[in-house]
C-alpha cells in the first residue's frame, strides 16, 4: 500500500503490487523539503554496522529504513532518496520497486514479492516453487548485482528479511508504519509532516501562488490542519483547484468544521477529513465511480473497470478517472492505454466509504459487472490472436467496438499493463467465494489469453498460480471434473520443473477425481501422466503397469491414436527395463497402429526404434531389415529430414554389421537429402511424444 507521493503531476510508480513487470518510475518532476531526512539517510549508508565495529566484513546489503504513517509521504521519500542514490550511476543494475501490502491491508506473500523482484530482473522462478527456494533464488541472483531495491509498505521484519540480498554492495530502502524489530543494525528514520515552508509552496504548486500571497497566514494555518502530511495538502490544494473562486480561508473552514473520527489515530484524521471533504463535494455520480474503485483488483482500474463497476460508458468512466486524477484521488502512469491507481492511503478511507453509503447488494452486483467485463476483455484478447476466418473472430467481431483490440500486439501490451489487476481480480475473485462461476470463467480466459499471447513455456510461473486457484474453488464447490483438470494441469508444470514426486501425487489425485466425475479422459490421462512420472523416477515396473491401465482404457473406447502412442510408451520403458521381447512386441504394435491411421512418418519412428530394440538384443539382421522398411516409409510419406536421419542410422548398422562401403553410401545419400534441408532432423523416440 503505496502512498501519495508528494508530487502527483509526475507519471504514478503503479508499483501496488508485486508482480508488476516493469519497476516503477520513483522519480518526481518536484520533491518540497525532507532535506534534513535525505541528508541523515544518505550518511546514514557509510554508518559503520555492527560486523564492522566487530571487524568483520558486512554481509549483507545495508537496509535504510523510512517510517511514518500513511499519507505522510513516505514512499515519495523513499522514491526521491533512490532517484539521489541511482543519479551518479552507483547501482548500475538499476532502482527496482515492490510493494510488501495489498491496498485492502493484507500482508503479500514473500513468493509473491520473491517473484516481483525476479521479474524486474527477468530472472524468471520455475512454477510451483515455495518461499525457500525463491528466497534462495533472490540472494543468487542479486549476489554478483549492484542494484538498489526498495520494499515499500513493509509490515514487518518477516517480510523484509527473506529478500535482503547477501551482497553489500546491494542497498535496501524499505518503508514502513514503525521499526523493523528482528533485523540487526536498522535505524529507522521516523518522519511526520513537512515543514510549514513546504507544505505551503506544495500547496502553491497546485493552486497558484496568488492565493497564497492574499492570504499568507491562513494558508499556513490550513498546513497545520492538515497535519502537514502531503497526501491532505494535496487533496485540498485539488478542491481548491478545481473552484478558481474559492479562497484558501474558505477550505480551512471547511476542514475546520468537519467532525473528526474519534476511533481513528489523531495523526491519520487530517488525512481522512480532507478526503471526506473532496469525496462529499463531487457530484453523485463521480462520488459513486470514487467509491466503487474500492473493489478494483490490486487498487489498479482503467477506464474500463471503472465503467463496469459503475455502470456507466467508457468515455465517461474515463473523463472521470482523469478528474479524480487533477483532484489528488488517483495516480496515473500517463501511458496510451492508461492505467489509474488508488494511493494506498487513500485506499482504507475509500473502502470505508463504499462500505458506509453502498448496500452489500450494490456492492456485489458492481464486482460481478467488473469480472464480467473482465472476461470479456480477456475473450477479445486472446481471439484477436487467431486467423481472420475463424469462428472465434467472427464471434470477436459482433462485440462493441470497445472491448476490442485493433490488433494482436494492442492486445499484448494491455495484458502486459493489466497483468498484475488480472491476477488480482482472479485471486480476490475466487477468495470472496460468492461468484465462483465468474471466477472460473475468468481464470480460465486468463488462461488462454496468457498461453495465446506468451506462450505456455513463458508463462508456466503464472499459469500454476492460477490452476491452483482453479483447484481451490473446485475443491470448495465440489466439482470433480474441474478438480481432476486443475490437478493434471498443475502435475504437468510440477513435472516439467523436475518435481516428479509431486507430479505424481498430483496425478494420483486426478486419477480419484477423474472416477469421481466419471470422466473417462482425465482418468486415461493421468494414468499415462503416473506412467511417466515413474518412468522419469526410473520405476519401469510400476511405469509399464500404469501405461498398462491407461492403454487397456484406450482399447476399450477405440481411440486408435491413443492405442499407438500408449504402445510406444510401453515399448520405451520396456527398452529401459532390459526386457526386449516385451519392447519389440510394444514397438511393433506402435508400428501396426500408425499404420492403420495412415500416419507413416509416426510408423517409421516406431519401426526405428524396433530397429534400436532388435540391435540391443543381438539381432543386427532383423534389425538392419527393420531399418530399411522405416527408411521406406519415410521415403513414401516425403518425410526428407527423417529419412535423412533414418540413413544415418542405417549406415551406423551396417559399419557394426563390417560393411562399411555400404554405410559410406547412406551416409552420402543422408547428405545429399540434407543440402537444402538445414540442419539434421533429430529422431524423437515415440515414448516421449505427448
Known sequence: MT????????????????????????????????????????????????????????????????????GSGRSALAGELARRLAEPGDYPDGVLRVSLTEPGGERVPTERTARALLDLISVTAPPGADEDELSEMVREAFSERRALILLDDAVDAEQVDPLLPDNPDCLVVATSTGPLTGIPGVRPCTIGGLDAGSAVQLLARTIGQVRITVDPRTA?????????????????????????????????????????????????????????????????????????????????????????LAGCSVSAARTTLDDFVRLGLLRTNGAAQPQYEVPGCLAPLVRAVLEERERPAEIQLARARMLERTVRRLQACRAVTDPEDSPARRRLAGLPRSLRFPGP???????????????ASARVAVRDGGLDTLARRLVAALVRALAAHRGTEEAAPVLYGLHGLVLDVAQRRDLPREKAAALLNLGDLDARTGRTREALARYRAALDAGRAANDLYATGRAMESAGGAYAELGDYNRASDWYGRALAQRLTRGERADEARLYGRLGAVHTYAGRYGEALRNWRAAAAGHRRLGDLPAQARALSE??????????????????????????????VRLQAALELRLADTLDRLGDPAAARLHRATSERLLDDQGPAYEIRSTSTES
Not at 500486439?409 to 491476477?423: G, Q, S, V
Not at 538384443?617 to 522405416?630: D, I, K
Open 409 to 423: 500486439e494492442a492486445a499484448a501490451e494491455w495484458l502486459r499493463i493489466r497483468e498484475p489487476a488480472l491476477l
Open 3 to 70: 502512498d501519495q507521493a508528494v508530487d502527483t503531476n509526475g507519471p504514478a510508480g503503479m508499483a501496488g503490487t508485486a508482480g508488476a513487470k516493469q519497476p516503477p518510475d520513483v522519480t518526481s518532476s518536484q520533491f518540497f523539503g525532507r532535506e534534513r531526512e535525505l541528508k541523515a539517510l544518505q550518511e546514514d549508508i557509510g554508518r559503520a554496522g555492527l560486523d564492522t565495529l566487530a571487524g568483520r566484513k558486512a554481509a549483507r546489503a545495508r537496509i535504510l529504513l523510512i517510517a511514518g504513517r500513511p
Open 220 to 308: 499556513e494555518a490550513l498546513t497545520e490542519e492538515c497535519g502537514g502530511r502531503p497526501a491532505a495538502l494535496t487533496l485540498v490544494a485539488g478542491w481548491l483547484a478545481a473552484r478558481p473562486g474559492a479562497s484558501v480561508a474558505d477550505v480551512a473552514k471547511q476542514l475546520r468544521d468537519r467532525p473528526e473520527d474519534s476511533e481513528q489515530p489523531s495523526s491519520d484524521r487530517p488525512l481522512a477529513r480532507a478526503f471526506r471533504l473532496v469525496h462529499d463535494s463531487l457530484p453523485p455520480s463521480a462520488a459513486a465511480i470514487l467509491r466503487l474503485l474500492a473493489l478494483a483488483p490490486a487498487g489498479l482500474a482503467d477506464a474500463h473497470t471503472a465503467s463496469a
Open 610 to 639: 524396433a530397429a534400436r530394440v532388435q540391435e540391443y538384443a543381438g539381432r543386427p539382421q532383423e534389425s538392419l531389415h527393420t531399418c530399411r522398411e522405416a527408411v521406406e516409409l519415410a521415403r513414401r510419406a516425403g518425410d
